[in-house]
Structure formats: structure tokens, C-alpha cells
């Protein structure tokens, strides 16, 4: 395909995603596959990046992710807070058989105390540094295991991560709760729930259990259990994390429902929130990282 320069690679474990760049940083082609690290052996990834992107290579290769982690293709060690999020010049290069291809891993970050790491988070927080700089203050990543990171003078100064998206999908999906709760949402059960675990973190454990008996003894709607549920984790997870917002500017980086639930519950709290998608600041971070290694954008 003419015109493209580099890939830039976000490599999770259960998704494979690739943007082929042009010289001036615009998107020629984007493509997508479900060969994530938790599928491939390592020898699987070099196969699995060609099968998706090989009518281009061998231009560079800047990948982020868990493509980077121990299971990975190759590990790309983490980096200790307080850091920049680690750029090329920490990059680890990927063992490949294909002449002439260059893969370079970006590293997670790591917090010795209280323990916590993260991998491809910290891409996204590069991307969103390039896009404001001189920004000080906290960045809130939603997702499976969220994240918050408090930033000043273009550093992570520390992190800690939650488990809340599992722990929804768990309760739902695995839990006596899946019984009681539906596919749909109610606004107002969120607002509840949130207001209700900010409150009293210390009921979280009988205020779930309280969902599956509301449903039993007064037909509580589905929808509206639902809703309350995620109100009560993220409500929950705001209260323990509440060194981390309370008088601190928030930007929240992720899935666009994901983070409008996170944006409303914190501005319940009287916190500004500015919002960004998780993709573009992603693609950002990896842009980056390829400035750093070539320099700007013809």
C-alpha cells in the first residue's frame, strides 16, 4: 500500500490493532484482528502481524500493550514512578524473522509501593501529554481494571488500579446477581447507587446483596439493577480513591460510555472533568514515540 511509513500497534490480550501511518502522522488504513497476546504463543506474533499488516512491511513497527508483557512476544521491562511515560529510547526490540523488519516494544510502569504496574495505559497517558501539554493533575483510565495516575511537570508521580470493571463482570455475569440484573440502563439507579457507595464504602457487600433481594421481594427492574450495581462499584472505587480527585483536575481517557458513567459520577462530586477517547490517545502516545526515534511529520 503506497504511502505508508511506520504501523503504529496496539497489542492487548485479547486484540490485535494496527494503524498504518504516512510520513506526516495521518492514518493511511486501520485494521484490526483477534490474535491477542492471551491466543499466541511467542512465536505466534511475528505470523499474526504479518497476516494482518504484511502487505506493508517491512516499514517500522511501534508497538504498545501487552504484547510487551513476560507472556508477550518479548518482554519490554517497566519502568519505575515517578517516570515520563517511557518513550523509543526505552523501547525493546522483538525477536522477528522477516528481513529488514524493525518491531519496538514500549515498557509498562511500575510502583513498588503500595505494588501496582501498568502496560499500554502509560501509552495512552503519553498520547494525552503530547496533546496538552503543561498539563498537572489526575488521569482516570476506565476499563477492565481502571486506573488513575496523578501527573505533574510531565511525570507519573504515582498510580493505583482498580478492579471494578472485573468485579461488574463478575457479580453479573458469574454471581447469584445475575439473576437480577438486566441488559439495559436507568440513569437514576446510577446516580443511587454512586451517592450510596460514596456514603457508606464500608456496606458495599450488603448494599449488592440488597439488589438481588429488592428483585425477589419488590420486582426491582432489571435495568434499573443494573445500573445501581455499576453506581455502587464506581462509587465505591471513587471512595478509595478519593486522594486522588478530590481538588485535583481529572481527565478521563477511555471508552466513550465508560467514561461518561465516570465523568458523571465525579462531577456529582463537584470535580471538572475533561474527557478523551482511549484510541486517539493511544495512537497519540505511539505518534510520539515514532517523533522521538525520526523526528517530526514531513
Given at each position: 500500500?503506497?504511502?505508508?511509513?511506520?504501523?503504529?500497534?496496539d497489542?492487548?490480550?485479547?486484540?490485535?490493532?494496527?494503524?498504518?501511518?504516512d510520513?506526516?502522522?495521518?492514518?493511511?488504513d486501520?485494521?484490526?484482528?483477534?490474535?491477542?497476546?492471551?491466543?499466541?504463543?511467542?512465536?505466534?506474533?511475528?505470523?499474526?502481524?504479518?497476516?494482518?499488516?504484511?502487505?506493508?512491511?517491512?516499514?517500522?513497527?511501534?508497538?504498545?500493550?501487552?504484547?510487551?508483557?513476560r507472556?508477550?512476544?518479548?518482554?519490554?521491562?517497566?519502568?519505575?514512578?515517578?517516570?515520563?511515560?517511557?518513550?523509543?529510547?526505552?523501547?525493546?526490540?522483538?525477536?522477528?524473522?522477516?528481513?529488514?523488519?524493525?518491531?519496538?516494544?514500549?515498557?509498562?510502569?511500575?510502583?513498588?509501593?503500595?505494588?501496582?504496574?501498568?502496560?499500554?495505559?502509560?501509552?495512552?497517558?503519553?498520547?494525552?501529554?503530547?496533546?496538552?501539554?503543561?498539563?498537572?493533575?489526575?488521569?482516570?483510565?476506565?476499563?477492565?481494571?481502571?486506573?488513575?495516575?496523578?501527573?505533574?511537570?510531565?511525570?507519573i508521580?504515582?498510580?493505583?488500579?482498580?478492579?471494578?470493571?472485573?468485579?461488574f463482570?463478575?457479580?453479573?455475569?458469574?454471581?447469584?446477581?445475575?439473576?437480577s440484573?438486566?441488559?439495559?440502563?436507568?440513569?437514576?439507579?446510577?446516580?443511587?447507587?454512586?451517592?450510596?457507595?460514596?456514603?457508606?464504602?464500608?456496606?458495599?457487600?450488603?448494599?449488592?446483596?440488597?439488589?438481588?433481594?429488592?428483585?425477589?421481594?419488590?420486582g426491582l427492574?432489571p435495568?434499573?439493577?443494573?445500573?445501581?450495581?455499576?453506581?455502587?462499584?464506581?462509587?465505591?472505587?471513587?471512595?478509595?480513591?478519593?486522594?486522588?480527585?478530590?481538588?485535583?483536575?481529572?481527565?478521563?481517557?477511555?471508552?466513550?460510555?465508560?467514561?461518561?458513567?465516570?465523568?458523571?459520577?465525579?462531577?456529582?462530586q463537584?470535580?471538572?472533568?475533561?474527557?478523551?477517547?482511549?484510541?486517539?490517545?493511544?495512537?497519540?502516545?505511539?505518534t510520539?514515540?515514532?517523533?522521538?526515534?525520526?523526528?517530526?511529520?514531513?
Amino acid at each position: 500500500m503506497a504511502g505508508v511509513a511506520w504501523v503504529a500497534v496496539d497489542w492487548g490480550t485479547s486484540h490485535l490493532r494496527a494503524w498504518l501511518m504516512d510520513a506526516r502522522g495521518a492514518i493511511v488504513d486501520a485494521r484490526a484482528s483477534g490474535h491477542g497476546m492471551g491466543v499466541l504463543e511467542p512465536a505466534g506474533f511475528e505470523p499474526a502481524l504479518v497476516d494482518l499488516c504484511g502487505d506493508v512491511l517491512p516499514v517500522p513497527v511501534l508497538a504498545c500493550g501487552m504484547v510487551g508483557s513476560r507472556q508477550g512476544w518479548a518482554e519490554a521491562p517497566y519502568t519505575a514512578v515517578p517516570c515520563a511515560p517511557p518513550g523509543a529510547d526505552a523501547a525493546s526490540f522483538a525477536p522477528v524473522k522477516m528481513p529488514g523488519l524493525s518491531v519496538r516494544i514500549l515498557p509498562g510502569v511500575k510502583q513498588v509501593r503500595p505494588a501496582d504496574v501498568m502496560r499500554g495505559e502509560e501509552t495512552q497517558i503519553a498520547g494525552y501529554l503530547a496533546m496538552n501539554p503543561g498539563f498537572d493533575g489526575v488521569i482516570c483510565l476506565p476499563g477492565t481494571h481502571t486506573k488513575w495516575a496523578h501527573i505533574s511537570a510531565g511525570e507519573i508521580v504515582s498510580f493505583r488500579t482498580a478492579m471494578t470493571g472485573e468485579m461488574f463482570a463478575l457479580l453479573s455475569k458469574q454471581s447469584v446477581l445475575r439473576h437480577s440484573v438486566g441488559g439495559g440502563w436507568h440513569e437514576a439507579s446510577f446516580d443511587a447507587g454512586v451517592d450510596q457507595a460514596i456514603s457508606r464504602p464500608e456496606a458495599l457487600a450488603a448494599s449488592l446483596f440488597s439488589l438481588r433481594a429488592e428483585g425477589l421481594l419488590d420486582g426491582l427492574d432489571p435495568d434499573a439493577a443494573r445500573a445501581r450495581l455499576s453506581g455502587l462499584l464506581i462509587g465505591a472505587e471513587l471512595a478509595s480513591m478519593r486522594p486522588y480527585w478530590l481538588g485535583q483536575q481529572v481527565a478521563i481517557i477511555g471508552a466513550d460510555a465508560l467514561s461518561a458513567a465516570y465523568a458523571k459520577a465525579l462531577k456529582t462530586q463537584g470535580v471538572p472533568v475533561a474527557e478523551a477517547r482511549a484510541e486517539e490517545m493511544t495512537l497519540a502516545g505511539l505518534t510520539a514515540a515514532y517523533t522521538e526515534l525520526y523526528g517530526e511529520a514531513a
